[in-house]
């Protein structure tokens, strides 16, 4: 702390003690700072360990330098019993050391609570999350009924919809999203027609390439991977916008100023994905069947893109381009639902932002999944 | 790297300091002394964060110098600077506890960075940083997100003090605090500068811990210090901010709270 204490920095801490009439007598030698006490620590407490005594008397003529891990070390030295501790005594030591020391030794007395493990923490934590997502699928569906009738409202009065809001989110969510979607919708559909290609190929079915990229993309991989892609680029964002707005208590702002949190950040962002999500199927519904033209064109022989459309118009009907079409707004709806309802369900801190944008996006292409399957089993039991 | 410490922990000379075309700083001359408490005060806008962001390291001079015990930062290599660092602890105004970290483990992080005492030992030292700051002993295991916006303040400045600074940066420490808190928390930083030798530079808009705790303050207008002198010659300054400033209805309150505590 002073001038000297620099210049003595270089010399080794240490101590000495002796005990008299059970009484410790502990001359300290030297800095005892953080930087020094390393080697210290275990010496001390092992040598006070063999010693018998009550009350301790340190001698600080001879120190040079303490900070309050010195003093924290030192304070080992005081014994007490479960009621209370035996004093301790300081000679030559200074106003700030005297200070220093007692913090120390009311600090060693109260131990903190620690955190320990058991055994049957896995069974608990397997427990908890089971709860947890019993609790979560019943609050997402709760949730999606306070949309419905939240929803209903703003449809009886439409101009109320905070339309430029819509369309700046379909910009982002759709426009923005649609390269991306039809790139891999593109790969998707070419995947199919290689695989394809072998099996059919092997029994002499060529010519079935069109009814098997038609039927696989309309019906389902154009609209799981625009659902994917919006889970992923979309929902995560409305979760993080959402959650950074509750963190920095915008929301209870809005709450406060008397807007409604539904109608202003919910709706506009579920519109968004239920009008955007039907343009972006078709869309990838284009791609992958070109994809699959592509593919076929150069990987089995005898089928032109030109004899590949004229089949493909011919056995692949209009009735699969509407079952994935049907499937995309409700695949929206979920993804927009799941999103803003986790970004609402943010609290204080930043790791809770985080675990709830990842729980937004498993959650949403869990239900795009479950739901897609739903479709599946309702489809066949209809015949179509 | 050796450090005088009987020179003055912090003195700048002639400091800019600007954003584009924005100046913030010019011919700004300041200095700290050893083992006193310092008070900023200054407009909204006048620059104080600037500057204790600039004396943190956080910014560099856009002109001018800084000097630690004596020595010019600019003229420090990489190492220098961050042993400057150690003896150096800050508490930002919101905290800035690691959200995703308990206050022990707040406390530890400065520990786990700086020195190679086994873990057990440094939870301990958390733990009395921890008592020292006057938190709960079971505070250690809470998160930032469970405590009160005035427990936030004194974990904050528990971890400030992990390695046992020389140097500590307060930026309003009270606001937010409610009266009671705020005056408990005035007392505790003089008691630890008492116990821990330190020199304290905080930036307050707190009229009543200007008055009982500073022993000097500083006034930043017009782009430099006006004037850093105790406070009743600050408060002769003739600068109409300043007469404004100690002037107004607030700080005439503190005053006559200040002389009634000091005739009881």
């Known amino acids: 702390m002073s001038a000297e204490a620099i210049t003595d920095s270089m010399v080794v801490p240490d101590f000495q003690m002796r005990v008299e009439d059970r009484r410790l007598y502990l001359t300290v030698l030297g800095p005892w700072t953080l930087a020094t006490i390393k080697s210290l620590d275990a010496r001390l407490a092992k040598d006070l360990n063999i010693e018998d005594y009550q009350d301790v008397s340190y001698d600080f003529e001879s120190l040079t330098d303490l900070d309050t891990a010195g003093a924290y070390i030192l304070a080992r030295a005081i014994r007490c019993t479960p009621e209370e501790c035996y004093p301790f005594h300081l000679t030559g030591n200074s106003q700030g050391q005297k200070i220093l020391m007692r913090e120390a030794a009311d600090a060693s007395m109260g131990r903190a609570p620690t955190e320990a493990r058991q055994w049957f923490d896995v069974l608990v934590r397997m427990g908890e999350a089971s709860e947890r997502f019993l609790k979560e699928t019943i609050d997402n569906l709760a949730f999606l009924g306070v949309f419905f009738m939240v929803m209903i409202r703003q449809m009886l009065t439409p101009h109320k919809i905070r339309w430029k809001s819509v369309v700046a989110h379909i910009e982002d969510v759709g426009l923005n999203a649609a390269p991306i979607i039809m790139t891999l919708s593109f790969f998707i559909g070419a995947v199919i027609a290689y695989m394809g290609a072998n099996m059919l190929a092997a029994n002499n079915l060529q010519f079935m390439m069109p009814e098997l990229v038609g039927f696989a993309v309309l019906r389902e991989f154009a609209v799981v991977v625009m659902a994917v892609i919006l889970a992923g680029r979309s929902d995560s964002a409305f979760t993080a916008q959402i959650g950074a707005m509750k963190m920095r208590q915008e929301i209870d702002a809005m709450q406060v100023i008397g807007m409604d949190r539904y109608e202003a950040l919910v709706i506009p962002r579920a519109l968004a994905c239920i009008i955007s999500a039907p343009i972006l199927t078709f869309l990838a519904m284009i791609s992958g069947i070109l994809g699959g033209v592509i593919v076929t064109w150069i990987a089995v022989e005898g089928i032109s893109p030109r004899f590949f459309m004229e089949r493909f118009s011919e056995m692949v009907t209009l009735q699969h381009f509407w079952v994935g079409m049907a499937k995309a707004p409700v695949f929206g709806l979920i993804i927009a639902v799941i999103g803003c309802r986790q970004g609402l369900a943010v609290t204080g801190s930043v790791e809770s932002l985080g675990k709830r944008t990842t729980q937004s996006v498993v959650q949403a292409l869990f239900a795009v999944i479950f739901v897609d399957a739903l479709f599946a089993v309702f489809f066949y039991q209809i015949g179509v | ?264």
């Open chain 2, 1 to 264: 790297m050796e450090i005088d410490f009987s020179k003055a922990p912090v003195e700048v000379k002639n400091l800019r300091s600007q954003f584009g075309d924005n100046i913030v700083h010019e011919s700004l001359d300041f200095q700290v002394g050893s083992g006193e408490i310092l008070g900023l005060v200054g407009g909204s806008g006048s620059g104080k964060t600037v500057l204790m962001n600039t004396l943190l390291g956080l910014k560099e001079p856009d002109g001018g110098d800084v000097f630690y015990f004596g020595q010019n930062r600019s003229s420090l290599s990489y190492k220098d600077r961050q042993s400057l660092n150690n003896i150096m602890g800050v508490l930002f105004q919101g905290g800035a506890l690691f959200s995703s970290m308990t206050v022990r483990q707040n406390i530890m992080i400065p520990l786990r960075e700086h020195t190679d005492l086994p873990v057990p030992l440094m939870r301990e030292l958390a733990d009395m940083k921890i008592h020292m700051v006057g938190l709960p002993a079971h505070a250690a295991t809470l998160y930032p997100s469970d405590l009160s916006g005035g427990m936030r303040k004194r974990a904050g400045l528990a971890r400030a003090l992990a390695l046992d600074p020389k140097l500590l940066f307060l930026d309003e420490p009270t606001a937010g605090l409610d009266p009671i808190g705020a005056s408990a928390f005035d007392q505790l930083i003089l008691d630890l500068r008492e116990a821990m030798g330190l020199t304290i530079l905080m930036i307050t808009h707190d009229l009543d811990t200007l008055f009982t705790i500073c022993d000097r303050v500083s006034v930043l207008v017009d782009k430099h210090i006006a004037i850093t002198d105790t406070l009743p010659n600050v408060m002769k300054h003739p600068h109409p901010w300043v007469q404004e400033y100690f002037g107004g209805p607030r700080a005439r309150a503190a005053i006559n709270a200040g002389d009634g505590a000091g005739a009881s």
